[in-house]
């Protein structure tokens, strides 16, 4: 609120005068691209900021932020009053901008917007009723199923790293840009261990489609650090891919919510498997993954409910997110953040 009270007191300052010499980069596909989607000013700031500053050539860095028309004034207020000091670029779209995006082409835009969805997800029915996951606003967010769009989103670009906007990053991760994804779409690191994190725990195998197109015990991978091969998503059609699917989980019967389910079968044996170190999960949820783990890792991910700008954030994992936050931004420092 203060920063769009900001906006409104400054309109001069706040121009969108969008720098004829800063949109070359927006599509140079030389440079290192990220996907960042995300309704949380402070948290997507983190995500840039924690990448800026352990890039060895910060100005190589592109940024495309995309967030929700309530959110598009604060989001560019906060990246104006806080340009990136070692460089890098920040593009800012409200995921309106992209008009192919709308309900009769994206399967998921029509279900989101359908009553009997929302009444799916809120309802307190028995089988969700214990679920937390069924509360969480953000399974009918737009801004969750972005994903599955950047080919189209920027087809100017070659590569793009993916990362939600619950992650930090603790090193400089071109590396990622360099690996040899031979031919295969998605880099991700792979979460399965024993039985546990296969296809089978994510999708419904009782269903004949499922059962006749997958092996329920293929390793499961982690969404929220990816790097994509674009050209290659395009030559396979992977969003054609992913409407098919879609469409025939309308009723919910092949996996009941979030992106994971279907990125899974969308980018099933599309993916490179990527060194762990890469991506370290769980910091939202398990006390007990090793600080000597999350010091060797590149990225480190606050998935799962105790995210870090909350309370009920753990207090071993929260400073390794909090020393990314701007504290000489104004705002901040007049809010009780808690940090």
């Known amino acids: 609120m203060r920063l769009v009270g900001e906006r409104i007191s400054n309109p001069e300052k706040y121009k969108d005068d969008e720098d004829s010499d800063a949109t070359t980069f927006y599509s140079d596909p030389s440079l290192y691209h990220y996907a960042v989607f995300s309704d949380n000013v402070i948290a997507a700031s983190v995500v840039v900021r924690s990448v800026v500053m352990n890039a060895e050539e910060p100005r190589k860095h592109v940024f495309h932020v995309v967030t929700d028309r309530m959110n ?14 070692r460089g890098g670029h920040v593009e800012i779209k409200s995921v309106e901008e992209f008009k192919f995006l709308n309900a009769s ?39 969750n199923h972005l994903r599955f769009y950047l080919p189209e ?20 991760v071109t590396g990622l840009w360099k690996i040899n994804l031979d031919g295969k779409v998605n880099g991700a690191v792979e979460t399965c261990f024993g039985s546990f994190h296969r296809y089978g725990q994510y999708l ?6 499922i059962k006749e197109s997958l092996n329920p015990n293929a390793c499961a991978w982690a969404f ?3 790097i994509f091969d674009l050209n290659a998503w395009r030559r396979e059609k992977c969003t054609d891919q992913y409407h098919y ?3 025939l ?5 092949l996996w009941k919510l979030g992106t994971l389910p279907p990125g899974l079968i969308t980018f099933y044996s599309k993916t490179k498997s990527l060194d762990k170190s890469w991506h370290v999960l769980g910091l939202g949820y398990n006390p007990g993954v090793s600080m000597d783990e999350i010091k060797k890792a590149a990225v480190i991910h606050y998935n799962g409910n105790m995210k ?32």
């Open 72 to 85: 598009l004034a604060a989001m560019k207020v906060w990246f104006k009053m806080r340009p990136l000091e």
């Open 153 to 172: 989103m920027y087809p100017k670009l070659d590569k793009m790293l993916f990362l939600d906007d619950d992650v930090v990053v603790q090193k400089d």
């Open 204 to 209: 419904n195998f009782s269903h004949p489609l």
């Open 224 to 226: 929220g650090m990816n």
């Open 249 to 253: 989980n309308e009723d919910r019967t």
């Open 105 to 143: 082409y994206a399967p998921v835009l029509r279900q989101l917007e359908s009553a009997k969805l929302q009444k799916f997800y809120f309802e307190n029915h028995a089988e969700n009723a214990n679920n937390i996951k069924f509360k969480n606003p953000k399974y009918l967010s737009v801004l």
């Open 245 to 247: 699917w879609q469409n």
């Open 308 to 339: 870090p700008w909350l309370d009920i954030a753990m207090n071993q994992y929260k400073s390794l997110w909090t020393k990314y936050v701007d504290n000489e931004m104004e705002f901040v420092q007049m809010c009780n953040f808690g940090l």
